[in-house]
């Protein structure tokens, strides 16, 4: 049974860095696209970042230039960094099927998900 936990989320002031990960488990093979969403308070879940099997990133444009997206085997770890009050949300890790990313990430590519972890970051 696949499983995904993320962890590392929590409280922080605008301009602060918090590191999520998630570990994953339950399959035996790790070269999976992984991906991190994130769901504000009364939006729609959107991707944040993804990962490819080869460790090439991709990043929405909101948070390209500040949230750093690595793996190692079955983990994964978004450090995220100069947060804003927007970022607050819950953020889940995903796996997509397949090693390849693509060039955007879509909710719908994905179809493991973990049960997400809260981030609120304060003005």
């Known amino acids: 049974q696949v499983q995904l936990e993320e962890s590392g989320g929590g409280s922080v002031q605008a301009g602060g860095s918090l590191r999520l990960s998630c570990v994953g488990s339950?399959?035996?093979?790790?070269?999976?696209?992984m991906g991190w969403f994130r769901r504000a308070p009364g939006k729609e879940r959107e991707g944040v970042a993804a990962?490819?099997?080869?460790?090439t990133p991709i990043y929405a444009d909101s948070v390209k230039g500040r949230f750093i997206i690595s793996r190692d085997g079955f983990n994964n770890t978004l450090e995220m960094n100069l947060l804003k009050p927007e970022d607050t949300g819950v953020y889940y890790c995903a796996r997509r099927a397949g090693g390849y990313c693509s060039d955007s990430i879509r909710e719908v590519d994905y179809d493991y998900w973990g049960q997400g972890t809260q981030v609120t970051v304060s003005s």
């Open positions: 990962i490819s099997s080869v460790g």
């Open positions: 339950g399959y035996s093979y790790s070269g999976y696209c």
